[in-house]
């Protein structure tokens, strides 16, 4: 069975500052990952997706995937209050199917303090 | 995402009553995931649906749950016979093609049994 696992936290950091938010996966054929931001009592925004090894930017956020070390990570930058929120991992059904059914880990909460 | 529409948001259901969960995906979507989001815990898949077909209801509890997604109409998840375990958080999520990369997440219904 699969399983993704995340630190719940809480992660504190200082607003200005880079958040590192660290999950890893059990499938070693996954192929796609996804982080997601969930502010309490609301639905789940995607932030990202990545497929390949390496890192993938979108503004303030970077994700990371080590395939060989079954790790995903997103990082973000000049961290502000507003990014105070539970942060998913999720990975995405790979095994031979062809649809996109997601594997959530726990969630991580992320405070921004000013 | 406001494009995914669930209703209703919140949901007080006694024991033993039924509980129906309606999901309308957004405009041109086809296919529809619902998962269940329990007290201080992740995200959990419980089905997957395309038009007028179930795919997958792996995460489905064997008794009282069920789902559909017609033809015409919104997708519903249908709880029978409520039980105090069975509040939570029940979120749908539709995207456009099977692979999933872009699963945009609604509102949610908060289930309460009282």
């Known amino acids: 069975q699969k399983e993704v696992e995340q630190n719940s936290g809480p992660l504190s950091v200082p607003e200005g500052a880079i958040a590192s938010l660290n999950c890893t996966y059990s499938?070693?054929?996954?192929?796609?990952f996804f982080w997601y931001r969930q502010y309490s009592g609301k639905s789940p925004e995607l932030i990202m997706f990545i497929y390949s090894n390496g890192d993938k930017e979108d503004g303030r956020f970077t994700a990371q995937l080590n395939k060989a070390s079954q790790y995903v990570s997103l990082l973000i930058r000049d961290s502000q209050p507003s990014d105070s929120a539970t942060y998913l991992c999720a990975e995405g059904d790979a095994g031979g199917t062809s649809y996109g059914k997601l594997t959530f880990g726990q969630g991580t909460i992320l405070t921004v303090h000013p | 995402n406001a494009g995914v529409m669930q209703n209703p948001r919140h949901l007080v259901r006694r024991r033993g009553q039924e509980a129906r969960l309606r999901c309308s995906p957004m405009k041109g979507h086809s296919h529809v995931y619902w998962y269940r989001q329990l007290p201080e815990e992740g995200l959990k898949f419980m089905v997957y649906l395309q038009k007028e077909n179930i795919i997958d209801e792996s995460g489905m509890p064997k008794e009282r749950f069920s789902a559909e997604f017609p033809k015409e109409g919104p997708s519903i998840l249908r709880i029978q016979q409520v039980v105090r375990g069975d509040s939570a958080a029940y979120f749908c999520?539709?995207?456009?093609?099977?692979?999933?990369?872009?699963?945009?997440f609604g509102q949610g219904t908060r289930l309460t049994v009282v």
């Open positions: 999520a539709s995207s456009l093609d099977r692979l999933n990369t872009e699963a945009f």
């Open positions: 499938d070693r054929g996954s192929q796609s």
